[in-house]
């Protein structure tokens, strides 16, 4: 018996070490940013990015890249999920591993939080410098007060060199320039040490004396007025005056020191400009709408109207970040990460020219592996199944149109 | 050696206990504090604390010092009550500094590269130096929390102007302008902390033009005031010994 509880213990002890190594030596880093776990629906309905571009897919360290593209703030924005008045252009990243060197909506550089107006359109740019290397997913990304994060398509860029030289250099308005990723760092430490060291040194001028025992005693027998001696009465007396002088005479160096300074800046930025969409000349009409959950597939009934002068089809349907092409209409040619590009998921029954004029009623299967692999399939889950996405038509000159779509989805599992 | 036997048997083998106990106690209680003090600091004070684009001359200046001053008091019931040692105030903030410090220098800047001129913590040393010297020279709660309160709530601005001072430098950037702070908020991506979170610079205090940090402060200073009263006696309820006393 001691033998057998001897070996459990044993290997118990062998397993914790094991367990323990493992947790130690085995530190993936987190790369993904929970995209996939965000209910459908608040990818499907709230933020649609388009016509995005990573201008680089591996970028040095100090140089930078920028992501491009525009969003439409789709109009039938979900009741459970506040309207973006307050807003973030972010970006998502782990961590700073690039610095946001800048970030533009409609040209309007936007450090601070945005009104965003629904069913506009907009251009963004975000600017970034690279600071770590490695392979990280860089993400579009807007915050919406009181929706959380709206996280786009990302895609997977290379940081090469060395963290080491990176710098992030800065001109004042007082005309010093700084190197912001090391600037006032020997000051934090000196104030923080010798402020530190103060604190220690009252702790010791009470800690080498009988502490807890000693005292309690005296003070349980009515003699606690002789534990304060008149010299610790000095002493302390000597630490506060001196706290306070210092206190003072450092405010007023700093403020020789430092003659400008300004608060920190904060507020709403409004008025942002959106794009002026062409006037659409397509009209559609979602009949019905399924998602066939064995076959990671949607299928839409849609009923097309073409009221301009010039044949169209369709080439794409994008929702979610997850573009579907017709490869017979529209190629991609931007890069587009791979995960998120189904170049032949689009199926429409009748895809051929329609005329001006005519109107057409055609079955149009979205079908992917992304329907699973990016939970969209869970919007069969969510509180209220709808879908959403947009259309772009393409008539025989290459004009794109932008229409978008918003029906009831059903679901079908057989 | 039976139960009614002393454990020593000599002056001297007293004193060498009495003083291992007196470390034991100190050691346990650095560490308890510690940990109990930042969690409750970094769940009440939180953002404030961590990044320089939230330390603002309303908000920081007024929060800091009311969601700070609890565990002080606290610790400074049980051991100046109990043992007329007047150090609650400091040795509460030493540990919750050097917690602080750890977790800024490991988490924010070794696991995740936060620079740490943007993460690094708040002074709280001038006041707790002064609270305890309050307590020690006057041996009234009441006067602590009155005089010391308000020492704790207006030390706090004055005391980290210094370090805090050299990012208020303005910049111009890109056709904006911003201080240091603001461009490290900026700079330094943090993709679970929108810019509309930053509670900074919010408020009705436009009558006192661009001198808001002393008002804020002498409000910060009145609420420790009573969250002094409040904390000094949770600490002395925690520091009875009622339950020794029945066994």
């Known amino acids: 018996m001691k033998l057998i509880k001897d070996k459990v213990a044993k290997l118990s002890f062998v397993a914790l070490l094991a367990t323990v190594s493992a947790a130690m030596l085995y530190t993936p880093t987190a790369s993904a940013h929970g995209e996939k776990s965000q209910a459908a629906f608040m990818r499907m309905r709230t933020i649609h990015w388009f016509d995005l571009n990573w201008s680089k897919e591996e970028v040095a360290v100090n140089d930078t890249m920028t992501i491009s593209g525009k969003f439409f703030v789709f109009s039938g924005w979900p009741e459970t999920v506040d309207k973006p008045e307050i807003s973030f252009l972010n970006i998502g990243i782990p961590g700073p591993v ?43 990304m807007l915050n919406v007060k009181g929706g959380g994060p709206i996280i786009g398509p990302g895609k997977w860029v290379t940081i090469t060199g060395s963290m080491g030289d990176f710098v992030n250099n800065i001109t004042t308005l007082t005309g010093e320039t700084i190197n912001l990723e090391t ?39 009515g003699k606690a007025d002789s534990l304060i001696t008149a010299t610790d009465k000095k002493v302390a007396m000597g630490f506060a005056a001196g706290t306070i002088a210092i ?23 409004r008025g942002i400009k959106s794009i002026e969409m062409p006037a659409t000349s397509v009209n559609v009409k979602v009949e019905d709408a399924t998602y066939r959950v064995p076959g990671r597939a949607m299928q839409m009934t849609l009923t097309i109207t073409n009221n301009g002068d010039s044949a169209v089809r369709l080439g794409e349907f994008n929702t979610a970040g ?36 005519q109107s057409r009623t055609v079955q149009v299967t979205a079908s992917d592996a992304a329907w699973e692999v990016y939970r969209l399939a869970d919007l069969i889950y969510d509180p209220d199944s709808r879908f959403a996405g947009l259309l772009f038509f393409y008539d025989e000159a290459g004009n794109r149109q932008l229409i978008t779509i918003d029906a009831p989805l059903i679901p079908t599992f057989i | 050696m039976s139960a009614s036997q002393s454990a020593v048997r000599s002056r001297a083998e007293a004193v060498k206990v009495s003083r291992t106990f007196d470390w034991l106690i100190l050691f346990t209680l650095f560490f308890v504090v510690l940990g109990g003090y930042h969690i409750h600091y970094m769940l009440t004070g939180g953002d404030w604390d961590f990044w320089t684009d939230w330390k603002d001359r309303r908000l920081w200046v007024t929060v800091a010092p009311i969601v700070s001053i609890t565990f002080p008091a606290a610790v400074q019931a049980c051991l100046w009550w109990r043992y007329r040692l007047p150090f609650g105030a400091v040795v509460c903030v030493l540990g919750l500094l050097l917690g602080e410090w750890i977790n800024r220098y490991l988490n924010f800047w070794g696991w995740t ?48 102007w210094p370090i805090i001072a050299p990012l208020h430098v303005p910049v111009e950037y890109n056709g904006m302008m911003m201080t240091l702070a603001d461009l490290q908020g900026y700079h330094y991506v943090r993709t679970g902390t929108p810019e509309y979170i930053r509670m900074v610079e919010k408020g009705t205090l436009r009558t006192f033009g661009k001198d808001v940090a002393p008002v804020s402060a002498f409000f910060s200073a009145f609420v420790s005031i009573l969250i002094y009263f409040l904390w000094h006696f949770f600490g002395q309820w925690f520091a009875k010994t009622d339950f020794v006393k029945a066994a």
């Open chain 2, 113 to 160: 590269y936060f620079p740490v001129n943007f993460c690094f913590p708040s002074n709280l040393m001038p006041g707790a130096i002064v609270l305890d010297v309050v307590l020690m020279m006057t041996g009234s709660m009441t006067a602590t929390a009155v005089i010391g309160g308000m020492a704790w709530g207006l030390l706090f601005y004055p005391g980290n």
């Open chain 1, 98 to 140: 690039f610095i946001r060197a800048g970030s533009w909506i409609g040209g309007q550089l936007v450090p601070r939080s945005v009104s965003l107006e629904l069913g506009e359109t907009y251009d963004f740019k975000v600017l970034l410098k690279a600071r770590r290397p490695g392979d990280w997913h860089v993400h579009t």
């Open chain 1, 247 to 269: 206190v003072a005479i450092s405010m007023g160096n700093t403020n020789e020191q430092f003659p400008v300074t300004t608060p920190l800046q904060a507020g709403l930025l």
């Open chain 1, 322 to 357: 997850v573009r579907f092409l017709d490869s017979s209409v529209a190629q991609d040619e931007t890069g587009y990460p791979d995960d998120l590009l189904a170049e032949e998921g689009l199926t429409v029954s009748d895809n051929s020219p329609l005329a001006p004029g």
């Open chain 1, 183 to 221: 600037y006032n760092l020997e000051n934090i430490y000196f104030w923080h040490a010798f402020w530190y060291a103060l604190g220690l040194a009252w702790l010791f001028y009470w800690v080498r004396k009988p502490m807890f025992i000693p005292r309690s005693i005296a003070v349980e027998a």
